[in-house]
DNA sequence: AACGCTCCCAACCGCAGACCG
DNA sequence: CCGGTCTGCGGTTGGGAGCGT
């Protein structure tokens, strides 16, 4: 797109005379296409490369950056134009889930795209996915948790303010990551002294349809010194979510796990951030351990998962992870261990990155790395696409992306179907059929 | 038709690292 | 080693297009 010129001191092509335009005032704003032609014939001779030269000697006003942009972004050949096709959406999502905001490197995975084509698809995808959040959220929550939706709304603004009724706010220290107060305003269900939230509202706040099985939605809000967690009131079949609550806000663990709890037994379906899927049935309370699909015993390591700083595990390597059930006791479901699928924050931000150069290396969530990651659209999945507002939380698309293309390596037959009818389950969150 | 608003994206800017004399 | 230049990278800006009123 030749946008119109701006901070152009002399609009208009600007071709130098003979011998050079190195005196005259660098021209700046959009590129004619004389001056496209005239740098495309000065590298066809010459080579890339040396742009002060480009500037020197052919005849174009402009500085030498902006001669090497030109080429880099419109003029070199083999650059592909028009819009991404989903394959490269999938690719670049799950690109900046590994790498966070290095355009270039990207760019060097996606051949004919440019690092500015996709830091622009990029930020782009951010305000659309942020638009239709906020509108999903306000749409879905009912009046009495608005109060939710202000603090999310106002994280998404960038408002640092937040409400004045103190309810909720916006910690302006920890990088507007949402923090809500919830000392008020929540009802009591159980009389306990505890507010109490509906945590079907909470999950549609993170762009989760529905519960897994048949949750019957009630769930009182705990707070420890280390955490909140969402705890189910009552039911065998509980999904349990802990929410960590720290400096930099309130966020949940990065993976998913439905618990069943039944007389002694639990069972547990989980998937990791980077789609994994493992389950464990009717196992006595206590240390337990999770299978994931692409276990082989000679290589699998048992890992401790749970941890208060979420922690990610490679794929390629770890295909056992361990979950401990830190104190056993049926009677308090908050208590067993459970990494969760985390709805607000991590939608937004990554917990982890993945090195896969480097085999089963843990990589501490860290809140301070500018791992901006985001929900993305998958039109492919238009079911899910529809259920969430165009939003699907990254962490998930993240895994359906990875699953596709990780799987078939250990299961050339692999297809979603198989996949589904393999014994490993996830949990109803909208994925494809 | 005019206006205002939003979104997209090309281009710019500042910074940092590599390179070279 | 040092300073200057070149190149690459990531963040930001602002004009044009498109759309709704």
Redesign the pocket.
């Known amino acids: 797109?030749?946008?119109?010129v701006?901070?152009n001191p002399c609009p208009g092509p600007v071709i130098a005379p003979e011998g050079g335009a190195a005196d005259k005032p660098l021209k700046?704003?959009?590129?004619t296409s004389e001056e496209d032609a005239i740098l495309v014939a000065y590298v066809t001779k010459h080579g890339e490369?040396?742009?002060?030269k480009v500037q020197k000697f052919a005849g174009i006003n402009r500085s030498?950056?902006?001669c090497?942009?030109?080429w880099a972004?419109?003029l070199r050949p083999n650059l592909k134009k028009g819009a991404f096709t989903p394959e490269e959406e999938l690719t670049i999502i799950e690109l900046h889930a590994q790498l966070g905001?290095?355009?270039?490197?990207m760019a060097s995975q996606l051949p004919g795209r440019t690092?500015?084509?996709i830091?622009?698809?990029w930020?782009?995808l951010i305000?659309?996915t942020m638009?239709a959040r906020t509108k999903a959220a306000i749409q879905i929550c009912s009046p009495e948790k608005r109060l939710m939706v202000h603090g999310l709304k106002n994280f998404q603004e960038g408002d640092q303010g937040l409400s004045s009724s103190g309810e909720s706010e916006c910690d302006p220290s920890a990088g507007n990551l949402f923090n809500v107060n919830m000392t008020t305003d929540f009802s009591d269900m159980n009389g306990n002294g505890d507010c109490d939230v509906d945590l079907q509202d909470c999950l549609m706040l993170a762009g989760m349809r529905d519960l897994p099985h048949d949750y019957d939605s009630a769930a009182e809000i705990i707070r420890t010194p280390e955490m909140v967690q969402l705890q189910p009131i009552s039911g065998q079949r509980d999904m349990v979510y802990n929410m960590h609550e720290s400096a930099q806000g309130m966020y949940m663990d990065e993976s998913c796990i439905c618990v069943h709890a039944d007389d002694d037994l639990i069972s547990m379906n989980a998937v990791d951030g980077h789609g994994q899927v493992g389950s464990m049935h009717d196992q006595p309370l206590g240390q337990q351990t999770v299978l994931f699909p692409q276990v082989s015993q000679e290589s699998s390591e048992a890992m401790q998962y749970y941890d208060p700083d979420p922690c990610y595990i490679n794929q390629h390597d770890v295909q056992l992870a361990q979950f401990e059930c830190y104190n056993p006791n049926p009677e308090n479901l908050s208590n067993i261990m459970s990494c969760k699928f985390d709805p607000i924050i991590s939608a937004q931000t990554l917990p982890y990155s993945l090195d896969p150069d480097s085999p089963a290396q843990i990589i501490p969530y860290n809140p301070d790395a500018?791992n901006f990651t985001l929900c993305n659209s998958v039109p492919k999945y238009s079911d899910a696409y529809l259920n969430y507002g165009g939003v699907i939380p990254a962490v998930l698309s993240s895994a359906v992306s990875h699953v596709e293309r990780s799987l078939p390596a250990f299961f050339p037959s692999w297809n979603w179907n198989t996949f589904q009818s393999s014994g490993y389950n996830w949990p109803d969150l909208g994925l494809p059929d």
């Open positions: 797109m030749e946008t119109g701006r901070d700046k704003g959009s590129w490369g040396n742009w002060k030498a950056k902006s090497r942009l030109r972004n419109h905001n290095k355009w270039a490197r690092d500015n084509e830091k622009n698809y930020n782009s305000r659309r638009r500018d």
